[in-house]
């Protein structure tokens, strides 16, 4: 693996400006590249035997699930965790909304309780920034809708780098189900600030309006679209889409669009293999690529635990109380 | 007998018979009985004389399309509150939608809503039925009797019927009554679970979009369909640069066949929904600025005819969510005119143009004999200062709802006065 930027400790870095991250479109360049390198001192907090700052003691972080993800939580979890934070899981599925409790009003009772981030998921676009208006916090866009999930962006982003070097000069194909994938789009924005080159490959079903405007290239032939790319970052098929109105079959799918040793031929030969996981094996992935060496799908999940701490660190900076 | 009135010194705008200069307007018995075209008029012994000042004085708004909380939802909105808000924003008479609760398809609910608008509302309320029952798209309504008992028009309101052969049911049978037949054009399939404009902004904010087609493909039908059964169709609103195409063809072949625009649509695009602002939420959705700019040279050829307010109260419940989970709808009958001249000052539009869409070629879709200044019209009318500058504010509504796609928007021009039948209805505190 490429040597790292050397590692600073957190007074290192300026102040950074947001008070929420809910899109990668607020973020200016300088703002990315700092919570990529704060990132990469937090990797190195990571692989210690004592795995904590104590950057978030006394602070309290509630992540508000609207939908299920144990991978995501989990990560944030940990993260809120090693930088001293007291962490509350609230899953909000089966509790107040069913009882017709909106979401202004999740966020009421929420702020009474003074909490100094919430990091939040929801299926509904829109619905993490009309959170934030509502409380006193910072607040964390988990995944809203098929909108964004900064995070999951900023994750792919350090492990691309970590393993190319350098960000500068790539290209990174996104397959899949880009109409309705956050992790796509913020990708498309994260990767087209830093300059990437970004194609994106999927049916045309599948593929949303005006998506050439933020993909430098799209493509509807996996062959044609992988060539000569350095990143294959897979997305995963939701299951309702295989329902004969997207696309006709699972089996059909895989044929044209699954990752194989035949299609991932077409990319470079370093060319590395990323997923936001949960995978679904012989749909969007071949399980034999899944795990090869070219996957770098689990330092992904790694990466992802040192991005969030680096979120939440920028998020809440230190207050030097008198 | 109320005494007669005189408006004098008035800049008379009319656009049913072109009228564009100083004059006076007499009033008796409810009705524009002489006009004094450039210059002061004689006045008679004992009458009310209105010093208009230069003001601009115009026939009162007509709004085709407007939905009213009563009955069912009155925390919305009561007759009586739209009433309010209409006079105050130039609106003499409107179309109340028939999709309340109960659904406005029987005509002993016809009759009720007449005589309750007629006691509570200041404007004129006109009921329109609907097409099928409970706005369900199966089966079709009494259409005769709901015209005997006094709705105007029929239409299923926000509801766009889905099958072709229930249309053409439905249109044929309503030109056995010569009732305007308005139909809301968005086909459900397309629409799916698309919340506003499908292109590079709604896929840049997560949002299922909603294709142009999904109105082009249902208005070619109905034109179709009314050249077919001869019903005098009128496309309730319409969105997009290719719609405009299709009624100005449609319009060469078949007269009876008219178009009426949002004014939300008019002077709002796709990019005011910014970051998920739930009160740009509506139905048709804002489009892009080229369908915008289509729809002022429809207005400008004539393919479109009326622009109306879609008033439509929502209350903070239903719009305070996520854009995808919020309703549909603002509020519009107080700002409808103020909006609209904004493309006057831009030099886009002229008065002369504006007006029109807003009282005379309404009337002539509904059969009415206001929306004009001439002998033996009803005397509705507004004086208007159309240089008054003011800002919306939530605060200043008298809709009991607030949810306008206008809020602090800065406006030139407002109704200084309305006078429905002869008496003066609405007056501004600023009025000299």
């Given amino acids: ?322 | 007998m109320n005494r007669p009135l005189i408006v004098d010194n008035a800049h008379i705008v009319d656009p049913a018979s072109g009228t564009d200069q100083l004059g006076a307007v007499l009033v008796e018995d409810g009705r524009i009985s002489d006009l004094a075209i450039g210059g002061p008029a004689g006045v008679p012994d004992g009458a009310e004389v209105i010093d208009a000042q230069g003001l601009v004085l115009a026939p009162g708004l007509i709004d085709m399309r407007v939905f009213v909380g009563e009955p069912g939802k009155e925390y919305r909105e009561t007759l009586a509150s739209a009433g309010a808000a209409a006079v105050a924003g130039g609106v003499t008479s409107f179309i109340m939608m028939p999709d309340t609760t109960p659904t406005v398809d029987d005509g002993a609910l016809v009759d009720f809503l007449i005589r309750r608008a007629e006691a509570q509302s200041p404007a004129r309320i006109l009921p329109a039925a609907a097409i099928t029952k409970g706005l369900a798209g199966k089966e079709i309504t009494e259409f005769g009797l709901l015209k005997d008992a006094g709705a105007v028009c029929l239409t299923d309101g926000a509801q766009s019927i889905q099958s072709s052969a229930l249309l053409r049911s439905a249109m044929g049978y309503a030109a056995n009554f010569d009732m305007p037949f308005v139909h809301h054009v968005a086909d459900a399939g397309l629409i799916g679970d698309g919340v506003m404009n499908e292109g590079l902004f709604a896929t840049v904010l997560g949002l299922k979009g909603i294709p142009r087609e999904a109105e082009t493909i249902p208005l070619a039908r109905d034109l179709q369909l009314a050249g077919l059964t001869g019903a005098r169709y009128h496309a309730a609103q319409i969105s997009t640069a290719g719609s405009v195409t299709l009624v100005e063809t449609a319009k060469s072949r078949n007269p009876r066949v008219t178009a009426g625009l949002s004014i939300n649509n008019l002077c709002l695009n796709e990019n005011d929904i910014g970051r998920y602002r739930t009160y740009f939420k509506l139905n048709p959705p804002l489009r892009g600025e080229d369908d915008r700019q289509a729809m002022i040279e429809g207005l400008r050829s004539g393919a479109i005819d009326a622009i109306h307010s879609d008033h439509d109260p929502q209350d903070s419940e239903v719009k305070r969510q996520p854009f995808a989970e919020a309703s549909h709808g603002a509020i519009g009958l107080e700002t409808m005119l103020a909006a609209a001249l904004r493309l006057v000052h831009s030099g886009d539009l002229p008065l002369m143009t504006i007006l029109r869409a807003m009282t005379s070629r309404p009337a002539d879709i509904l059969g009415l004999d206001s929306g004009r200044i001439v002998r033996r019209a009803p005397a509705d009318l507004i004086l208007v200062d159309p240089d008054y500058p003011w800002q919306v504010t939530e605060k200043s509504f008298r809709s009991r709802s607030r949810n306008t796609s206008f809020e602090g928007a800065r406006m030139q021009g407002k109704v200084m006065r309305t006078i429905i039948g002869g008496r003066t209805v609405f007056q501004h505190e600023d009025e000299a």
């Fill in chain 1, 1 to 322: 693996m490429p040597q790292h930027s050397p590692a600073r400790s957190s007074g290192d870095f300026p102040p950074f400006q947001q008070r929420h991250l809910i899109s990668i479109a607020d973020l200016k360049q300088h703002e990315i590249v700092d919570l990529l390198d704060r990132a990469e001192r937090m990797i190195e907090i990571s692989r210690q035997e004592r795995k904590s700052l104590p950057t978030l003691a006394g602070k309290t972080q509630i992540n508000l699930f609207f939908e299920p993800s144990t991978r995501t939580q989990s990560s944030f979890e940990i993260a809120g965790k090693r930088l001293g934070a007291l962490v509350v899981n609230m899953s909000v599925k089966t509790s107040s909304v069913s009882k017709g409790e909106t979401l202004i009003d999740t966020a009421a009772t929420l702020n009474a309780m003074r909490p100094d981030v919430l990091v939040v998921r929801h299926s509904a676009a829109g619905a993490v920034e009309l959170l934030s208006q509502k409380v006193g916090c910072s607040v964390v866009n988990a995944g809203d809708g098929a909108h964004e999930h900064p995070t999951q962006a900023l994750l792919d982003a350090l492990t691309i780098r970590n393993h190319k070097g350098t960000l500068a000069g790539l290209t990174v194909a996104i397959c899949g189900d880009i109409a309705n994938s956050r992790v796509a789009r913020s990708n498309l924005l994260l990767l087209g600030a830093l300059n990437v080159r970004t194609r994106v490959i999927a049916p045309r079903t599948l593929l949303p309006a005006g998506i050439e405007h933020l993909a430098t290239e799209v493509f509807t032939d996996m062959a044609e679209g992988l060539k000569d790319v350095d990143v294959v970052m897979m997305l995963r098929l939701q299951h309702e889409r295989a329902n004969g109105k997207m696309i006709p079959s699972v089996r059909e799918y895989y044929r044209f669009y699954g990752l194989d040793e035949e299609k991932l031929g077409h990319a470079k030969p370093d060319a590395i293999v990323m997923h936001p996981g949960p995978m679904n094996r012989g749909v969007e992935i071949d399980p034999a690529i899944a795990d090869s060496d070219r996957s770098v799908i689990t330092d992904q999940v790694e990466m992802g635990v040192a991005v969030r701490m680096a979120v939440l660190d920028a998020l809440l900076p230190p207050r030097n109380d008198p």
